[in-house]
């Protein structure tokens, strides 16, 4: 990552509690942009958690991998 390089960092929550669900990362490299999504822990060890995915995540949609313009 260049010292240029634009890193943006979004807590995702869910519920009305607010409980967190993990940290959404977005960064902008000159013309190269991507982000990843790591869980939370306390999501993951939480016994009543359920997967949370796109609603055609199972169809095979493709996952945009950069920002379009």
Do not use: H
């Not at 009305?16 to 822990?41: C, H, W």
């Not at 009543?48 to 379009?68: I, L, N, Y």
């Amino acid at each position: 990552m260049t010292v240029s390089a634009l890193k943006s960092l979004v807590m995702v929550c869910i519920g009305k509690e607010a409980q967190p669900l993990g940290q959404l990362t977005y960064v902008k490299d000159g013309a190269r942009e991507y982000s990843a999504f790591a869980y939370d822990n306390t999501w993951l060890n939480d016994p009543a958690r359920f997967e949370v995915s796109r609603p055609d995540a199972d169809q095979g949609a493709p996952v945009p991998a950069c920002a379009q313009p």
